[in-house]
Each structure stands twice: as C-alpha cells, then as structure tokens.
Nanobody, 117 residues
Framework: QVQLVESGGGLVQAGGSLRLSCAAS????????MAWFRQAPGKEREFVAR????????YYADSVKGRFTISRDNAKNTVYLQMNSLKPEDTAVYYC??????????WGQGTQVTVSS
C-alpha cells in the first residue's frame, strides 16, 4: 500500500514556474514507476510525465516536453514536477500516481495549478 500526497500547486502568471512535489508513504517507493497526470475542467484526465524506478528514465507528453521536468528522490520517497514557461492551458488539477508504465494503482488527492494570462 502506498499513500501519495501532492503539494506545491497554486496561482501563477503565464510564463512563470511552479514545482510540484509528491510525498509517498511506505518503504517500497523505489519499486514503482511514478507519474504525473492532470485533469482540466470538463476534460478527461491526461498523462503528463513519468519516471522509471531506478534508472531515471523519463517520458513526457508532447504538450509539456521541453517545459516540464520530472525527477525523483528515492531516499526521500518523493517525486517532483518542475514546470517552467507555464501556459493558461496548463491549468488543471495535477495528480501523482504510482505503479507500472501500464497501470497506476495508487493516486494522490491532487493539487490545483492555475495559470493566468
């Protein structure tokens, strides 16, 4: 069982930056692929980025590639999402997830990111 708690969301102007954090409970954090998803009002949840268990391999949605960076600190049981050059269309609730690249079994409660134009 893994519990995930996101933080770091907020209101930022277009072009600004935010860093989201996701703290995980338990001693098996390093066994999970970690990912970020987001859901904008009236839209389906969409994949943002993921990072491998130990090799640090990353994969991004085209919409955030070059602007967002996912990283993890297995010693701190934490995954991060550095978001730069934010756009109004990045406005969404951002969720942290843990699992495999095919299925994410554990989800956080989400953190709101609002980008004003």
């Amino acid at each position: 069982q893994v519990q995930l708690v996101e933080s770091g969301g907020g209101l930022v102007q277009a072009g600004g930056s935010l860093r989201l954090s996701c703290a995980a409970s338990g001693r098996t954090f390093s066994k999970y692929v970690m990912a970020w998803f987001r859901q904008a009002p009236g839209k389906e949840r969409e994949f943002v980025a993921r990072i491998g268990r130990s090799d640090g391999s990353t994969y991004y949605a085209d919409s955030v590639k070059g602007r967002f960076t996912i990283s993890r600190d297995n010693a701190k049981n934490t995954v991060y999402l550095q978001m730069n050059s934010l756009k109004p269309e990045d406005t969404a609730v951002y969720y942290c997830a843990a699992g495999t690249i095919w299925s994410y079994d554990y989800w956080g409660q989400g953190t709101q990111v609002t980008v004003s134009s």
